[in-house]
């Protein structure tokens, strides 16, 4: 029943380090996300990816980067590290069509 | 993006009282859905709403997808205090993207 794993759980990152923040999903999904979640905010899409070898860019994708080589796996890779990427991220995936989506557990990081 | 109005921001509410939150789009949605994020946790679906005027019930709460296709609302009936979270709405138009609400505080006191 593993669902949505993101790791790491918490991450503290200085200014201008890189990072990879990684999602990976059991279920079999072909739809991806990856969301970041400010303080008292709702959760706005970085990137998203409707299948293997495609990914499009969301409402917030500047500063980040992703690749979908595999179904299972989504990962979200930050290169210059800066203070307003500080925040909780989210991965979530859906089968496909009129389906919902299911969340990871999130990864919150600080850029200091 | 899309644009989602939420309201009410948060809500202090004793015990045993029902509860109400609403989502608005300037944008025709074709799917509704809420989730409720605990602290520390990812946000986890409550209810998922597919059809313009589409009422859904699981357990205490009821959901409704409104006729115009631009708003949603969630009632929570005989609130309990593990009902206490942030409750999100989301919506999604004809794309691939869900956009959410920024979320109602629900506290619960005993």
């Known amino acids: 029943n593993a669902g949505v794993t993101q790791t790491p759980k918490f991450r503290i990152l200085k200014i201008g380090q890189s990072m990879t923040l990684q999602c990976t999903q059991d279920m079999n999904h072909n739809y991806m996300y990856w969301y970041r979640q400010d303080p008292g905010m709702g959760l706005k899409l970085i990137y998203y990816s409707v299948g293997a070898g495609i990914t499009d860019k969301g409402e917030v994708p500047n500063g980040y980067n992703v690749s979908r080589s595999t179904t299972e796996d989504f990962p979200l890779r930050l290169e210059l590290a800066a203070p307003s990427q500080t925040s909780v991220y989210f991965c979530?995936?859906?089968?496909?069509?009129?389906?919902?989506?299911?969340f990871g557990q999130g990864t919150r990081l600080t850029v200091v | 993006g899309q644009q989602l109005n939420q309201s009410p921001q948060s809500m202090f509410i004793q015990e045993g009282e029902d509860v109400s939150m609403n989502c608005t789009s300037s944008?025709?949605?074709?799917?509704w859905l809420w989730y409720k994020q605990d602290p520390g946790e990812g946000p986890v679906l409550l209810i998922a709403l597919y059809k313009a005027g589409e009422l859904t019930s699981n357990g205490r709460l009821t959901a409704q997808f409104g006729i115009t296709r631009k708003d949603s609302f969630l009632n929570i009936s005989a609130s309990i205090p593990s009902d206490v979270g942030i409750y999100f709405c989301?919506?999604?138009?004809?794309?691939?993207?869900?956009?959410f609400g920024t979320g109602t505080s629900l506290t619960v006191i005993p």
């Open positions: 944008s025709i949605f074709n799917t």
């Open positions: 989301a919506g999604r138009s004809t794309g691939n993207q869900f956009y």
């Open positions: 979530a995936s859906k089968r496909g069509g009129n389906t919902e989506a299911f």
